[in-house]
């Protein structure tokens, strides 16, 4: 999101930020059966291959419908999928696709919308920021170079006819299955190669949902699409996304009555939103990890190196993530022991370095000093956040813990918006620590750490926004991708993050329950694996 990076995350890919002071609804007799949900304006045109966070997320999975869906739990079932077949050792796949899908513009959904799609996201020239998604598919290193035009297609990819393909993958990848559910798999309307931008800012899906206008900073308004014929059943006629850019305010505006549903809550109210009777509220664990990124080359904190790893681990020991959690988020997050979340399966309370992840005043002090006596580190440590989304009181106790438990000097470097923040971090101006979270595309604890941690994700062509390279964790990635079962690969996922919590690319901070309100009189309210409203189930 982005799945956030969040995200999702989305996304994920980056989630849980933003929005601004819009506003009201505006209800007409026309919207009565209209949603009104809040968002922030997305980062980038709405082109599922180039879509990582929140803001766009909200919007294109209900405009684009891929091979396999998900239900409220994170079951998957196929979607426009007829039939996903694998070989034996999951380095090949027969796909069929069920008869009679459309784009909204009329168009037909054939295996050539998928392969022309996954080939272009793919592609290096076209700079689309779920790239690393497509890396196990056969041919994706040939479409890295620096030479292409941006039409060259992925030759793992296979039309065998109108409504069948085929994929051979690089090296054997179990999770493609679910993977195909996320967002950036969507096929593609001829109509996208002709003019990609202005696709983007009036995109033709197949999804539920089809766009009727966007008006940038404002509002995206999407009506229900009669042409869709999936696994999901609206039971409402639209969905406007209010833009905001602060929480806030959009927040008021559901006590008010004049948007619909909010998935955050501010963090000023998060003490009394269960109780507040303007509203209907939701708050239950959820699949959120909040963290910061520290990059892994920044001065004293390189990672691979003695002191780096030191500094690291003091950073983490140094914050008190429970009076944090207790006294900032009121009980709307739980303590880290990983980088998924207890909602991923394979999830394990048990790994080996979790101990970083908990407050130790005299640990950190210690594991500081042996730094310095390496490297002398008299830099300021600072840690930058988008503050149109809640985030300033957050940030501000985990800078004083730092501060106030290894007495170096901390503080933060706030943003205006997310988008800007986004833009910041990945043009790698950020010369610090940075906030950064991760909001589930599929189920799977592979959507956590490869696309955040794997070295194929670093440098622009994923989410891993660190740079973090480690051969060992690659190795622990290819072997979980060609394990045999989804119990294997979990045990070889769990080693990995053995691996992470000693060298601590980022910094865990919570799991971030899947917390939210509805105004009075909106029914049908499900909070999803995604920590996100079933938009479509709401209704008046």
Avoid at 18 to 39: E, R
Avoid at 396 to 411: C, Q
């Amino acid at each position: 999101m982005k799945k956030q990076l969040l995200a999702a995350a989305a996304v994920v890919c980056s989630m849980g930020m933003l929005l601004s002071g819009c506003g009201s609804s505006g209800s007409n007799a026309s919207d009565k059966n209209v949603i009104t949900a809040f968002n922030s304006e997305p980062q980038n045109l709405l082109i599922p291959g180039n879509t990582n966070e929140s803001g766009g997320a909200r919007a294109g999975t209900l405009l684009f419908a891929e091979l396999v869906s998900f239900d409220a739990k994170g079951n998957p079932s196929n979607e426009v999928a007829k039939s996903i077949q694998d070989n034996a050792n999951s380095t090949e796949y027969n796909i069929t696709l069920k008869p009679g899908w459309k784009f909204s513009d009329g168009t037909p959904v054939t295996a050539k919308s998928f392969t022309k799609a996954w080939s272009y996201i793919a592609n290096a020239k076209n700079a689309q920021k779920c790239s690393s998604f497509f890396s196990t598919i056969q041919g994706y290193d040939d479409l890295q170079a620096k030479t292409l035009k941006g039409d060259e297609q992925l030759s793992g990819l296979k039309v065998t006819g109108d409504d069948s393909f085929t994929v051979t993958m690089s090296k054997p990848d179990a999770t493609f299955p679910i993977k195909v559910g996320y967002l950036a798999f969507a096929p593609l309307p001829e109509s996208f190669y002709k003019n990609p931008k202005a696709f983007g800012n009036k995109p033709v899906g197949n999804g539920p949902y089809k766009l009727e206008s966007w008006t940038h900073n404002t509002e995206i308004r999407l009506v229900r699409n009669k042409a869709y014929h999936g696994n999901v059943k609206p039971k409402n006629d639209g969905v406007t996304f209010k833009i905001y850019t602060k929480v806030d305010s959009a927040y008021s505006d559901v006590q008010g009555g004049n948007l619909d549903v909010i998935d955050t809550i501010p963090t000023a109210d998060t003490k009394s939103f269960t109780t507040d009777s303007n509203i209907q509220p939701y708050n239950q664990p959820g699949s959120v990890m909040q963290m910061f990124t520290i990059p892994s080359d920044l001065p004293h904190f390189v990672s691979g190196t003695e002191e780096g790893t030191l500094r690291r681990q003091a950073i983490s020991k140094a914050i008190d993530r429970g009076s944090i959690i207790k006294k900032v988020l009121n009980g709307t997050g739980m303590q880290p022991v990983d980088f998924t979340s207890p909602m991923t399966p394979g999830f394990s309370k048990d790994l080996k370095g979790k101990d970083n992840l908990v407050y130790n005043a005299k640990e950190a002090k210690d594991l500081w000093a042996k730094a310095d006596a390496i490297s002398k580190d008299t830099d300021k440590f600072t840690i930058s956040y988008n503050t149109d989304g809640g985030n300033k009181a957050i940030y501000d106790a985990i800078v004083n813990s730092i501060h106030n438990t290894l007495g170096i000097d901390a503080g933060t470097d706030p943003m205006p918006t997310f988008q800007e923040f986004r833009d910041s971090v990945d043009d790698r101006k950020v010369k610090g620590g940075f906030r950064s979270g991760w909001q589930p595309d599929y189920p799977s604890p592979e959507n956590y750490l490869f696309q955040e941690f794997d070295s194929s994700a670093a440098h622009g062509n994923g989410s891993n926004d660190g740079d973090y390279q480690n051969p060992k964790f690659d190795e622990l990635m290819t072997q979980a991708y060609a394990a045999p079962s989804t119990d294997a690969a979990n045990k070889i996922y769990a080693q990995s993050q053995e691996i992470l919590l000693n060298d601590l690319p980022a910094i865990p901070l919570y799991y971030d329950n899947a917390h939210g309100a509805t105004a009075k009189g909106v029914k049908g309210l499900v909070a999803d694996w995604e920590n996100l409203p079933l938009y479509s189930q709401l209704h008046k």
